[in-house]
């Protein structure tokens, strides 16, 4: 494979006025990688090592402490928090091998007595994993700092495409925004199996830091399949549903998959932008020829999307595009 994602350095998006040259270029780059592909390399976050070491040691001891310690502590049907076993999904289109992957599943976090948690049911503390290590403490520097970088990147996106920006971050109080830690277990050079099955997200915006492994794969506007390349310090960008959705098709949503032919384990902690509850996502600009989609409600869509996971469930609105895709 020798196509790659286009790289851009971010830096200037921050602290910088909406005139700034640097600026503009930047959100010009990021608008045309995010049109053309879905996807995009960033430099420049600004993300301090020692956060990104944590929030790896955090993972990795997460899913090197005996599975037997997290009876009880599954997601279930009304809470889609804690620990995923391996295979324990499959596609949500039914009828494919289970996805080889182990997961510990985190939301945007209020107390349970929060009056949000009677507005949606999707609210709630988190289960953190019951470690001597610091697990929430990692999480939550890093979530902080994947906030301030998704929010930077919504303010630009907005200034390139003539959206006010103030309407977009609003939608962004209180979110539905999630974070998922991933084990893939070793795989063979030549196993076709799985890691996560192609699909597409479903969501604003999704953050994902360097892999050593590798195995993110992203399906081409030809049909391709091209590895997501991304060196130390730097992180995948892409657009979800949601957000192809809230500019008429202008930002497209992009199926990818990964697949770990490595002998060592994958893991990985992908970062969900998500707006909140109440959040009608619908077209901000005339779509584009050819775009027709429904309008969603964020907490709705999301509850679907969560529930029909399992196999005896299904997504209830026609609208929801889950993506599911043969490679």
């Given at each position: 494979?020798?196509?790659r994602?286009a790289?851009?350095?971010?830096?200037?998006?921050?602290?910088t006025?909406a005139t700034?040259p640097?600026?503009?270029?930047?959100r010009?780059?990021l608008?045309?990688a995010?049109r053309?592909?879905?996807f995009?390399?960033l430099?420049g976050?600004?993300?301090?090592?020692e956060?990104?070491?944590?929030?790896r040691?955090?993972?990795?001891?997460v899913?090197?402490?005996p599975?037997?310690?997290?009876q009880?502590?599954?997601?279930?049907k009304?809470?889609y928090?804690?620990?995923?076993?391996?295979a324990?999904f499959t596609?949500n289109?039914?009828?494919?091998?289970?996805?080889?992957?182990?997961?510990?599943?985190?939301h945007w976090?209020v107390?349970?007595?929060?009056p949000?948690?009677?507005?949606?049911?999707?609210y709630?503390?988190n289960r953190?994993?019951?470690?001597?290590?610091?697990?929430?403490?990692?999480?939550?520097?890093y979530?902080?700092?994947?906030?301030?970088?998704n929010?930077a990147?919504l303010k630009?996106?907005?200034?390139?495409?003539g959206?006010?920006?103030?309407?977009?971050?609003?939608?962004m109080?209180?979110?539905?925004?999630n974070?998922t830690l991933?084990?893939y277990?070793p795989?063979?050079p030549?196993?076709?199996?799985w890691g996560i099955h192609?699909?597409?997200?479903f969501?604003?915006l999704?953050?994902l830091?360097h892999?050593?492994?590798?195995?993110?794969?992203?399906?081409t506007?030809e049909?391709a399949w091209?590895?997501?390349q991304?060196?130390?310090?730097?992180?995948?960008?892409?657009?979800?549903d949601m957000?192809?959705?809230?500019?008429g098709?202008?930002?497209?949503?992009?199926?990818?998959r990964?697949?770990?032919?490595?002998?060592?384990?994958r893991?990985s902690?992908p970062?969900?932008?998500?707006?909140?509850?109440?959040?009608?996502?619908a077209?901000?600009?005339?779509?584009v020829p050819g775009?027709?989609?429904s309008?969603?409600q964020s907490g709705?869509a999301?509850h679907?999307?969560?529930?029909?996971n399992?196999?005896?469930e299904?997504v209830?609105?026609?609208?929801?595009?889950?993506?599911?895709?043969?490679?």
């Amino acid at each position: 494979m020798t196509a790659r994602l286009a790289t851009v350095d971010i830096s200037s998006l921050f602290d910088t006025a909406a005139t700034d040259p640097s600026r503009v270029a930047c959100r010009e780059a990021l608008h045309q990688a995010l049109r053309d592909t879905g996807f995009a390399v960033l430099q420049g976050t600004g993300v301090a090592p020692e956060v990104l070491e944590n929030m790896r040691q955090a993972v990795k001891a997460v899913f090197d402490a005996p599975r037997s310690r997290y009876q009880g502590w599954m997601v279930d049907k009304n809470n889609y928090r804690g620990y995923v076993p391996l295979a324990y999904f499959t596609p949500n289109a039914g009828g494919a091998r289970a996805d080889q992957y182990e997961a510990w599943k985190l939301h945007w976090e209020v107390d349970a007595k929060d009056p949000i948690c009677e507005a949606s049911a999707l609210y709630g503390p988190n289960r953190w994993p019951p470690l001597d290590f610091d697990v929430r403490s990692a999480v939550q520097a890093y979530w902080a700092e994947m906030t301030r970088v998704n929010d930077a990147i919504l303010k630009a996106l907005c200034e390139a495409l003539g959206i006010d920006p103030a309407v977009v971050l609003a939608m962004m109080e209180r979110p539905l925004t999630n974070m998922t830690l991933l084990n893939y277990p070793p795989g063979r050079p030549h196993d076709d199996s799985w890691g996560i099955h192609p699909h597409k997200d479903f969501n604003f915006l999704t953050l994902l830091a360097h892999d050593p492994v590798g195995g993110l794969e992203v399906r081409t506007q030809e049909g391709a399949w091209i590895e997501a390349q991304c060196a130390e310090q730097e992180y995948v960008l892409n657009v979800g549903d949601m957000l192809e959705l809230l500019t008429g098709g202008r930002l497209v949503s992009t199926p990818h998959r990964v697949t770990n032919r490595s002998a060592r384990q994958r893991q990985s902690f992908p970062y969900f932008s998500v707006p909140r509850f109440d959040v009608l996502v619908a077209p901000l600009l005339p779509p584009v020829p050819g775009f027709q989609r429904s309008p969603l409600q964020s907490g709705a869509a999301s509850h679907d999307i969560w529930y029909s996971n399992w196999p005896d469930e299904a997504v209830t609105d026609a609208a929801i595009d889950l993506g599911n895709y043969a490679d």
